[in-house]
């Protein structure tokens, strides 16, 4: 019903930035939260930020001063844009929706994009 597809990702030197793109398409009524998780190698999969619908912005303290989260309600699309990248950055980025498909849904369903690879090396 709800498709999300990131782009955006790719390999950059530290030091440098990328900018992650989602776009949420589908059967959507109004989407509350959107984030941004990640998973690296042998890791569990960690919450990088997320911002609500009215626009307040959470960030893990690892980068904390370092990413900007962002959206647009009218493209039902959300941004994360990384500066200083450090190669322990490295990891798969995942995007999240909580979207409602109708307005007679009592709760939002939470729906993941399959994954952007971003590589940070010299």
């Known amino acids: 019903q709800v498709q999300l597809v990131e782009s955006g990702g790719g390999l950059v030197q530290p030091g440098g930035s990328l900018r992650l793109s989602c776009a949420a398409s589908?059967?959507?009524?109004?989407?509350?939260?959107m984030g941004w998780y990640r998973q690296a190698p042998g890791k569990q999969r960690e919450l990088v930020a997320f911002?609500?619908?009215?626009?307040?912005?959470n960030y893990a303290d690892s980068v904390k001063g370092r990413c900007t989260i962002s959206r647009d309600n009218a493209k039902n699309a959300v941004y994360l844009q990384m500066n200083s990248l450090k190669p322990e950055d490295t990891a798969v980025y995942y995007c999240?929706?909580?979207?409602?498909?109708?307005?007679?849904?009592?709760?939002?369903?939470?729906?993941w994009g399959q994954g952007t690879q971003v590589t940070v090396s010299s």
């Open positions: 911002i609500t619908k009215g626009g307040i912005t």
């Open positions: 999240t929706s909580e979207v409602k498909t109708s307005s007679r849904a009592q709760w939002p369903t939470n729906y």
């Open positions: 589908g059967i959507i009524f109004t989407i509350n939260d």
